[in-house]
């Protein structure tokens, strides 16, 4: 195989983003070659882009069987990432996923039981923001030992100000039914990926969410979660879309250092000693450990999806790794549906929780969900942003 042939599923803001960077060149071994969309009008906005260079399905399924593609991209919303997926996997198509893996954890436990039946299929996960030096850095840091245990995260990541229009530009957006949450499942997947990647996971959860608190829309826009560590260490995670100004901070604090990530650096504090050395050695009842920053120095890379999709060529012709399996996808799944959980039941969540609770309560409300109406599609580009979503 010289180069990937690459089909997309679902020409929306992602996928065609997707389209326009491997058509453009950007990744080298992969060629676009098919593209499937349910809509016509997405269709025939791709033709316009691409032209005759690419064949065109109106439905997964026939793009999958065309003998077209070698791989395929799945860029559609979030119940049907699985199902896709694992469609493409027994056809053995090799398949990344856009974010998040899917909707609630026993979905994405079958399509990782499918990958693992089918090991000669590579699966990845579009985790773009694994790619950061900053997350990178951060990570490396934390799980060197040097600075000890952490014993704090928080992530204050408000900085996904979405207005009216964007919720009105599709009729599955910020529904229980078309999109399974909200600012969880479709902004935070990137943060709760790396929360979960550099830090471990939490075993206990308890979250307040607040439903159209912002705007006119079914789903979460607000939230604000707790959560503990095996080690006992503590963290908060709070997110919103309805900040006019948010902010986006990472900080950990560890028993010898503290890191932060915010305004695209990271800062590095070493302290003298542990804090548990200082504790037990220091006289001054108002003394505090002798601290000081340090220069860090990352490779100062970001490949974000290119990146993402250029290691999955590597990994198809044996030349690299993926930046995400696919099956890592379920973590960041689980902290979402865990936050879900427990403001549904308004009471803390051990971490494994019970699936099949979680999907009795979310089908509860997917029953009373509504479908939009007089919705305006836009085709927009966010590219420089986490992601169009």
């Given at each position: 195989?010289?180069?990937?042939?690459?089909?997309?599923?679902g020409y929306?803001?992602?996928?065609?983003?997707?389209?326009?960077?491997?058509?453009?060149?950007?990744?080298?071994d992969?060629?676009?070659?098919?593209?499937?969309?349910?809509?016509d009008?997405?269709?025939?906005?791709?033709?316009?882009?691409?032209?005759?260079?690419?064949?065109?399905?109106?439905?997964?399924?026939?793009?999958?069987?065309?003998?077209?593609?070698?791989?395929?991209?799945?860029a559609?919303?979030?119940?049907?990432?699985?199902?896709?997926?694992?469609?493409?996997?027994?056809?053995?198509?090799?398949?990344?996923?856009?974010?998040?893996?899917?909707?609630?954890?026993?979905?994405?436990?079958?399509?990782?039981?499918v990958?693992?039946?089918?090991p000669?299929?590579?699966?990845?996960?579009m985790f773009?923001?694994?790619?950061?030096?900053?997350?990178r850095?951060?990570?490396?840091?934390?799980?060197?030992?040097?600075y000890?245990q952490?014993r704090?995260t928080?992530?204050?990541?408000?900085?996904?100000?979405?207005?009216?229009?964007?919720?009105?530009?599709?009729?599955?957006?910020?529904?229980?039914?078309?999109?399974?949450?909200?600012?969880?499942?479709?902004?935070?997947?990137?943060?709760?990926?790396?929360?979960?990647w550099?830090?471990?996971?939490?075993?206990?959860?308890h979250a307040?969410?607040?439903?159209?608190?912002?705007?006119?829309?079914?789903?979460?826009?607000?939230?604000?979660?707790?959560?503990?560590?095996?080690?006992?260490?503590?963290?908060?995670?709070?997110?919103?879309?309805?900040?006019?100004?948010?902010?986006?901070?990472?900080?950990?604090?560890?028993?010898?250092?503290?890191?932060?990530?915010?305004?695209?650096?990271?800062?590095?504090?070493?302290?003298?000693?542990?804090?548990?050395?200082?504790?037990?050695?220091?006289?001054?009842?108002?003394?505090?450990?002798?601290?000081?920053e340090?220069?860090?120095?990352?490779?100062?890379?970001?490949?974000?999806?290119v990146?993402?999709?250029?290691?999955?060529?590597?990994?198809i012709?044996?030349?690299?790794?993926?930046?995400?399996?696919?099956?890592?996808?379920?973590n960041?799944?689980?902290?979402?549906?865990?936050?879900?959980?427990?403001?549904?039941l308004n009471?803390?969540?051990?971490?494994?929780?019970?699936?099949?609770?979680?999907?009795?309560?979310?089908?509860k409300?997917?029953k009373?969900?509504?479908?939009?109406?007089?919705?305006?599609?836009?085709?927009?580009?966010?590219?420089?942003?986490?992601g169009?979503?």
């Amino acid at each position: 195989m010289e180069k990937i042939r690459l089909g997309i599923i679902g020409y929306g803001n992602m996928g065609s983003a997707h389209a326009d960077n491997v058509f453009n060149g950007k990744c080298p071994d992969v060629v676009l070659t098919a593209i499937a969309d349910i809509k016509d009008s997405r269709l025939e906005a791709a033709k316009g882009v691409f032209g005759e260079d690419v064949s065109y399905f109106s439905s997964a399924e026939e793009m999958l069987d065309s003998k077209k593609i070698d791989a395929c991209l799945v860029a559609v919303p979030h119940y049907d990432h699985t199902n896709l997926a694992i469609m493409s996997m027994k056809k053995g198509i090799h398949v990344m996923v856009e974010k998040p893996a899917g909707v609630y954890t026993q979905q994405v436990e079958e399509m990782n039981a499918v990958a693992d039946e089918n090991p000669d299929v590579v699966f990845g996960m579009m985790f773009n923001q694994r790619t950061n030096c900053l997350y990178r850095k951060m990570r490396e840091l934390v799980k060197s030992g040097k600075y000890g245990q952490i014993r704090r995260t928080n992530w204050l990541i408000t900085n996904w100000y979405r207005s009216q229009a964007y919720y009105n530009s599709g009729d599955w957006r910020a529904t229980w039914a078309g999109e399974g949450g909200g600012v969880l499942l479709n902004q935070c997947p990137h943060q709760l990926d790396l929360w979960q990647w550099i830090c471990g996971m939490p075993v206990k959860v308890h979250a307040k969410l607040k439903y159209g608190k912002w705007h006119d829309i079914e789903v979460e826009d607000d939230v604000t979660a707790y959560v503990e560590y095996e080690n006992g260490a503590t963290g908060t995670f709070i997110t919103t879309t309805g900040d006019g100004c948010g902010s986006n901070r990472f900080e950990i604090q560890m028993d010898k250092a503290k890191l932060v990530v915010e305004d695209g650096k990271l800062r590095v504090w070493e302290f003298e000693m542990t804090e548990q050395e200082f504790s037990a050695t220091n006289q001054r009842p108002f003394a505090a450990i002798p601290v000081k920053e340090i220069e860090v120095e990352t490779d100062g890379q970001h490949t974000a999806h290119v990146g993402v999709l250029n290691a999955f060529a590597d990994k198809i012709l044996s030349k690299g790794e993926l930046v995400a399996d696919g099956r890592e996808g379920i973590n960041g799944l689980i902290l979402s549906n865990a936050m879900h959980l427990s403001d549904f039941l308004n009471k803390e969540i051990e971490i494994p929780f019970d699936a099949e609770l979680y999907k009795s309560e979310l089908m509860k409300r997917v029953k009373g969900s509504k479908a939009k109406k007089d919705t305006v599609e836009v085709f927009e580009d966010n590219s420089s942003s986490y992601g169009r979503v």
